[in-house]
């Protein structure tokens, strides 16, 4: 098995666990303020120290990693549930519904998508659930043009225009044969705009516009920290390390399942 | 020729009946925001036909297309003074900053690209390999204050934040843009150095770089002569997409240096529901990322003159 599959994946199953954990059992609680407490460095107690209300950073962390996963898993779901049809759809049809469809994510391509992001959920109020659409949103044609792509290919192979002159419909077809044939591609997209869109999330929290407090998020938990950079340095640090290794795992698994399910891309 | 600048235009227009679409349908009245939660019925009447709102939707889209068609962006209801100043001055901070991340990104990306490529396999192409998977998972923001640790606060060799103002010369000026350049730079140098890898990688080993071997070129005359000249059309693809990346980007950016750029223009003119800024600044940064790719394209002729007689790559 490749490296990058293995670090990837217990990466990600750490990011995950962490979050589930999260769910039942945190070392304090991710709200729970002591200012007596506040900006304590890394001890026995607090793991990774407190931050400026004395809330402890392991466990906001914690916190942070399901809310994190909550708005781009939906993120990825909208896009996903929206694209992939819309992208097998031009596939099968052609014509003009694909000259269509392109041109409208050529369009959707133009706008620089966080900026958008920033954009409606700032308008449309922040918080996690706006953050959710506006991030999945350029989801959208991300996958409509992957679905597209792959779907164009298996739409040419032997055993479709097999299935077609003993008679099934474009739509069996579109569900029974292609879509299996590209779930595979998809899997790939979806760890990839996974890991894009916690980053993003990360980025609208940063600005005030994700996640709101009290419940925890990386990117605020940063522009809290930026404040106390003088003091407490290292507040600073361990929230962005752990937006990194979840990126880095989330890439390197999709890496991974894209060198194991395509081996012609092997060594590149 | 034609069709192309005919596609483009039809592109613009559609990006901007987009932008007014979408500020049309989020709630936020600019009138009321003006006025406040207090404001009586009969002035926010008054206030919205003052600033026209209570005109139908299609005729201010009409009524602003034409207006930018002429170089008019309006005026800004909070500031009152025309857009086009607004947006004149600030981007004074924020284009400088996006050529020289840009500039800095492809200056890092190339060489190491092509370095790793050559080294292919070897212990230096995994070390790089991995420094740049780090790279691409950082967010820009974070690897801003990290900077912002190291060179302001431990080493104190720059300023933590603000901008020093083109006022007083190019120099202070330019220094307190190289640390959120950098910020910007490095996550897209990573990923651009990854794409001229692998496309250095898949010209090395065609027929054409044998030849070139066969014929007695050294192995770095092969690798710069030939290799790298025909790797650069993905690279320069990239190079186009990332254009858009660096533009959101500095939105996040210009927050974690508190630059007075068209990111906190945009963040500001939507906390005051200053609609025709937003509008403007977003249909003048789609403009900005459609006109880019179309100038890829010329690139791409002048990379590969196969292209400018209708052959395919």
């Known amino acids: 098995m490749k490296p990058s599959l293995v670090v990837g994946g217990a990466l990600t199953a750490l990011l995950v666990g962490m979050a589930l954990l999260s769910l039942v059992w945190t070392p304090y609680s991710p709200t729970g303020i002591d200012i007596l407490h506040k900006l304590a460095p890394p001890s026995a107690t607090h793991l990774l120290g407190s931050d400026s209300l004395g809330r402890d950073v392991l466990s906001m962390i914690m916190a942070g990693a399901r809310n994190s996963i909550a708005v781009s898993v939906i993120a990825v779901a909208v896009g996903a549930g929206i694209g992939v049809p819309l992208g097998c759809l031009a596939a099968a049809k052609g014509g003009m519904v694909n000259e269509v469809t392109m041109r409208a994510t050529d369009l959707a391509f133009a706008f620089p998508a966080l900026l958008t992001a920033v954009m409606i959920t700032a308008l449309a109020g922040p918080g996690a659930t ?9 989801n959208i044609p991300v996958f409509t043009r992957v679905a597209r792509g792959a779907a164009i290919v298996i739409w040419q192979r032997d055993f479709v225009m097999a299935a077609r002159a003993v008679g099934k419909t474009r739509w069996a077809i579109a569900v029974g044969d292609v879509l299996p044939n590209i779930a595979a591609v998809l899997l790939v997209q979806m760890t990839i705009q996974f890991a894009l869109g916690i980053i993003a999330d990360a980025g609208l929290s940063y600005v005030g516009l994700g996640t709101q407090p009290p419940q925890p998020s990386w990117g605020r938990m940063l522009n809290d920290a930026q404040t106390y950079i003088f003091r ?3 507040l600073a640090v361990f929230p962005g390390a752990a937006i990194t290794l979840a990126v880095l795992g989330l890439n390197l698994l999709g890496d991974g399942l894209r ?7 092997r060594g590149r | 020729m034609l069709p192309r600048l005919i596609g483009l235009l039809l592109t613009l227009l559609a990006a901007s009946a987009v932008v007014f679409f979408v500020l049309e349908v989020l709630p936020g009245d600019p009138a009321s925001v003006m006025l406040g939660t207090g404001a009586q019925a009969d002035n926010l009447a008054a206030l919205r ?23 008019d962006f309006g005026t800004s209801y909070t500031y009152s003074v025309p857009v086009a100043d607004l947006i004149r001055e600030r981007a004074l901070v924020s284009v400088p900053l996006a050529l020289m991340a840009i500039t800095l990104s492809t200056a890092i990306a190339i060489p190491v ?14 070390g790089i390999m991995g420094v740049t998977q780090l790279g691409v998972a950082m967010p820009n923001f974070w690897l801003g ?3 912002i640790l190291l060179f302001a606060v431990r080493l104190a060799w720059f300023p933590a934040s603000g901008f020093a103002g083109w006022g007083a010369g190019p ?9 959120p350049a950098l910020a910007l730079a490095l996550p897209q140098a990573a990923i651009l150095s990854r794409v001229t890898r692998s496309a250095v990688l898949e010209t ?6 044998r030849t070139a071997r066969a014929k007695g070129l050294g192995p770095a005359a092969a690798l710069w002569r030939h290799a790298v000249p025909n790797a650069l059309i993905p690279v320069v693809t990239i190079l186009g997409l990332q254009f858009s990346f660096l533009l959101a980007g500095t939105v996040i950016i210009e927050n974690v240096f508190t630059l007075p750029g068209l990111g906190r223009l945009m963040l500001q003119a939507i906390a005051q529901r200053d609609l025709i800024v937003v509008q403007d600044l977003v249909v003048l940064l789609a403009a900005s990322v459609i006109l880019v790719n179309f100038a890829v394209d010329f690139v791409y002729l002048a990379l590969d003159p196969r292209l400018r007689h209708g052959g395919a790559v």
Do not use: C, K
């Open chain 2, 145 to 147: 204050i990290l900077l």
């Open chain 2, 204 to 209: 090395l080993d065609e027929d054409y770089v």
């Open chain 2, 49 to 71: 036909h003052q600033m026209g709102l209570d005109q139908p939707a299609w005729w201010r889209y009409l009524a602003w297309i034409g207006h930018l068609a002429t170089g």
């Open chain 1, 130 to 138: 706006n953050a959710m659409i506006a991030i999945g949103i350029f």
């Open chain 2, 113 to 126: 690209g092509v370095a790793a490529a050559a080294w292919r396999g070897g212990p230096r192409d995994l």
């Open chain 1, 259 to 265: 060198d194991r399910l395509d081996p012609r891309l």
């Open chain 2, 171 to 179: 120099l202070p000026a330019l220094r307190s843009l190289l640390l």
């Open chain 1, 232 to 234: 407490a340095p290292l």
